[in-house]
């Protein structure tokens, strides 16, 4: 059975922290990793990660993707309270088609404390 | 660009009732999925359709249907409603390509009494 595996389940860190977020995956036919972020209501699309070990940035958030070991790491550096959320990790398995079905996780509820 | 609109926000019904909740896309985009979000098991993927056909169906009974429209919108729909189905439904558009990321709407909150 495909599953995705998020760690921690929460963290409560400081304003300027630097954390790291976890997701591990075992899933039959990979074609993509994806990292959300969940505050109120809709979760916002962060990255998307097919390759190995190519680094995705974007300003304080940086991702990156180990397929042999079946990984991604999701780095948030100098914490703010805006980035209090859940970070959810998805895996986007090919079913033998164009179908864009997503494996999600349970989340990492990240609280950041002024 | 609009974003991924979901209506009603919020849907109250008793058991046994039938609920249909509707989903707009992002202009152009012509794949459609919808998932369920419970605290217990996180998202779980219902159905995707894309051209008004359905592409993959998750693990749900078959009160569970939906159905795409030719202008992308898609609507689903929950028969025999249980107490159990009370979740966040979330709807997801994305561009055709099978790498085309997911992007959600605010969802509907169904609460079952």
């Known amino acids: 059975e495909d599953k995705v595996v998020q760690s921690p389940l929460s963290l409560v860190v400081h304003e300027g922290d630097t954390v790291t977020l976890n997701c591990s995956y075992e899933?039959?036919?990979?074609?993509?990793l994806l990292w959300y972020k969940q505050e109120k209501k809709a979760p916002t699309f962060l990255f998307m990660l097919?390759?190995?070990?190519i680094e995705k940035k974007s300003g304080r958030l940086s991702s990156i993707l180990d397929k042999k070991e079946l990984f991604s790491i999701l780095n948030i550096t100098a914490t703010q309270t805006g980035d209090s959320a859940i970070y959810l990790c998805a895996v986007g398995v090919n079913y033998g088609g164009a179908t864009n079905k997503l494996i999600f996780g349970t989340g990492t509820l990240l609280a950041v404390q002024p | 660009k609009a974003g991924v609109t979901q209506t009603p926000r919020y849907l109250i019904k008793t058991r046994g009732q039938q609920v249909t909740l509707s989903c707009s896309p992002i202009?152009?985009?012509?794949?459609v999925s919808w998932y369920q979000q419970t605290p217990g098991q996180g998202l779980q993927f219902l159905f995707e359709?894309?051209?008004?056909?359905?592409?993959n169906k998750g693990n749900f009974p078959g009160r569970f249907s939906g159905r795409q429209f030719s202008n992308s919108r898609s609507e689903m729909n929950v028969s025999t409603l249980e107490l159990g189905d009370s979740a966040l439904y979330l709807c997801?558009?994305?561009?055709?390509?099978?790498?085309?990321?997911?992007?959600f709407g605010n969802g509907t909150r169904l609460t079952v009494t």
């Open positions: 899933v039959t036919n990979f074609r993509s």
């Open positions: 359709y894309f051209s008004e056909t359905q592409r």
């Open positions: 097919t390759s190995s070990g």
């Open positions: 997801a558009s994305s561009l055709a390509g099978p790498n085309s990321p997911l992007h």
């Open positions: 202009s152009g985009h012509r794949s």
